[in-house]
């Protein structure tokens, strides 16, 4: 972080950013629509963001540099990030040595798998835009911007065309909203927790962190529809029903398929079983301790595992509600083939 905040947290946004040309970052939040209510937002070229964070989020687009050989995991909030950068972790560094952990185990049984991927916006101690550019080839970065926050090279084949290639996760919306409604209170402590009725309007307004969730969804959809082969859309129900696959698909996406050997000796297996929700909750490294988010953010490692279950919203939503969610994505994603 060190490194990074001195480059990311001068007062100057980034030209590209910078419309109205204002003289900080603070000054640029004023400028912009805001919102509170569930947590704090403002409208920055047509997504809500955290405005604390648009320092770092900005001049994502100008100073990441991508590379060929990169892999974005990319996702909007509460879509599987963690369990995706656990299993993108275990198939790329397969076969490695590892020397992590005292017993020389693998290192996602000690290391958190947010913090094993950086992720491009958060920026921790050791983990800002600066120490990620120095990280060496094939680099695996996470990201929950949408695609049209990212530099033009990653954006579409027509910018710079980098090659790199990006996975997107999503899930099913309703769900999303009750893990997000659940972290959100989590981050509150239990402090005048938000009213699940008044989020959920702000959801279905599209006024989320990262949202509207439609638009950061349809934008990497319809980008996996033009370039396949560098842009892989997955869903979490889908590697919920066959993990083993959902790993084949993102060893082949890499470019490193299991060896007949390695499916022979249960590789793909291992791997499912290490990233598994019932493996990783149950560590030590993940149950207890804080994650270091930077700008004085601290989140509880634990607070990114609660069930990891498919239609939990059914135990936290009236049949009305859901609807209201269903009636909301199905009139946005109308006609892009994408479907929940
Ligand atoms: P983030 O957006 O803050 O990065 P993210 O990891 O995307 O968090 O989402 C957390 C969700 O993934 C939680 O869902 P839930 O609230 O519905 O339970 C969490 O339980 C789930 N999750 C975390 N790890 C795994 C895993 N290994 N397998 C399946 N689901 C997981």
Redesign the pocket.
């Known amino acids: 972080m060190a490194q990074a905040a001195a480059s990311e947290s001068s007062k100057t946004p980034t030209s590209a950013a910078d419309e109205a040309e204002p003289k900080s970052y603070s000054d640029l939040v004023s400028t912009l629509p805001a919102r509170g209510g569930w947590v704090s937002l403002v409208q920055y070229q047509n997504y809500w963001l955290n405005p604390g964070r648009l320092q770092h989020i900005i001049p994502v687009k100008e100073l990441y540099k991508p590379r060929a050989d990169d892999i974005i995991l990319a996702?909007y909030?509460?879509?599987?990030?963690?369990?995706l950068k656990?299993l993108a972790f275990a198939i790329t560094t397969r076969g490695r040595r590892h020397h992590a952990g005292d017993d020389g185990g693998h290192p996602l049984l000690t290391v958190h798998p947010?913090e094993a991927v950086p992720h491009l916006e958060v920026h921790t101690p050791g983990q800002g835009l600066a120490d990620i550019e120095r990280l060496p080839s094939p680099r695996l970065l996470g990201t929950?911007l949408p695609l049209s926050l990212l530099p033009p090279a990653v954006v579409s084949a027509s910018g710079s065309g980098s090659g790199c290639r990006v996975v997107y996760l999503c899930r099913e919306p309703k769900?999303v909203f009750?893990?997000l409604w659940?972290?959100v209170n989590g981050m509150r402590g239990g402090r005048s927790p938000v009213e699940m009725d008044a989020a959920l309007g702000m959801f279905c307004e599209g006024v989320s962190p990262f949202g509207p969730v439609w638009e950061h969804y349809l934008e990497y959809w319809k980008e996996s529809l033009v370039r396949p082969e560098q842009v892989l859309f997955m869903r979490y129900e889908e590697m919920?029903a066959d993990p083993v696959r959902a790993v084949k698909t993102l060893a082949g996406f890499f470019a490193v398929p299991f060896t007949e050997e390695e499916e022979r000796g249960g590789v793909p297996e291992e791997i499912v079983r290490l990233?598994?929700?019932e493996t990783?909750?149950g560590l030590e490294s993940n149950r207890t301790g804080d994650l270091d988010c930077g700008d004085n953010t601290v989140i509880g490692k634990s607070t990114?595992?609660?069930?990891?279950?498919v239609g939990?919203w059914e135990n936290h939503m009236t049949k009305e509600m859901g609807k209201k969610v269903d009636d909301v994505f199905e009139e946005k994603l109308k006609g892009s083939g994408l479907v929940f």
């Not at 909030?77 to 963690?82: A, F, H, N, P, Y």
């Not at 990114?304 to 279950?309: D, I, Q, S, T, V």
């Open positions: 996702t909030l509460k879509c599987g990030t963690t369990w656990a947010q929950h769900d009750v893990s659940h972290f919920v990233c598994s929700f990783l909750s990114f595992f609660r069930k990891g279950k939990d």
